[in-house]
């Protein structure tokens, strides 16, 4: 009687000691995972969450996009709302407008960017061949900033379309990995680049109509 008094003494220890032992692990794996993530923007442990953005889109307040050698600049206004700073960027044509985003301006580049929030990692590459997968000659960069405008969070440069044709090759700047995500969050983008130089050109017209009227 004594003997199974013991045992079972001695298999509730051995389960609590497997249980502290299991919750020790989690708490460890835990931590890595959120380090690594946290270390994105440092190019620590690149890509190694599987998410493309180190951080969610409420934390990113300015993206700059660079294409055909164009600066577009896109912010948050103090609600909290996208809106194309024209002013800001090296194309803009709009010489004077509020910093307030529209409806239809805020919903348009939150769609776009909520791609790239949402965008997942298919493959990573560790490879110094970047000139490989046309990241080296970028058709986009774009650059995400927190409050601290002075240092981007991320820095990606978009390169080539990959092989399979539905993914695309994207290289954070300052690490030594080149990954894959899919193609449509870079013509999502893209897009998103086409709206602005429509705006940008309807802007134009008017700003010159109206200096041919005065």
Do not use: C
């Not at 220890?13 to 835990?30: E, M, P, R, Y």
């Not at 978009?158 to 894959?180: C, N, P, W």
Request: cysteine-free; charged content about 25%.
């Amino acid at each position: 009687m004594r003997s199974n008094l013991t045992l079972k003494v001695v298999w509730v220890i051995l389960f609590w000691l497997i249980a502290f032992i299991v919750f020790i692990n989690l708490n460890q794996s835990g931590d890595e995972t959120k380090d690594n993530h946290a270390g994105h923007g440092d190019h620590k442990n690149v890509f190694e969450s599987g998410a493309l953005l180190p951080v969610g889109l409420s934390e990113i307040f300015s993206v700059e996009l660079v294409y055909q050698g164009n600066l577009y600049l896109l912010e948050k206004d103090e609600a909290g709302h996208w809106f194309y700073h024209a002013h800001g960027a090296t194309n803009g044509v709009l010489e004077s407008h509020e910093h307030v985003a529209t409806p239809d301006e805020n919903e348009t580049i939150s769609v776009s960017l909520m791609g790239l929030e949402n965008a997942r990692v298919e493959r990573r590459l560790k490879t110094r061949e970047k000139d490989a997968y046309g990241v080296t000659k970028p058709s986009l960069i774009s650059l995400l900033y927190g409050w601290d405008k002075s240092r981007p969070i991320s820095q990606f440069a978009f390169g080539d379309l990959a092989t399979d044709r539905l993914s695309r090759y994207i290289h954070l700047v300052g690490s030594d990995q080149v990954a894959t995500i899919a193609d449509y969050q870079y013509t999502n983008l893209i897009e998103l680049v086409e709206k602005i130089q429509t705006i940008n050109q309807e802007a134009s017209r008017e700003i010159s109509k109206s200096r041919k009227d005065q």
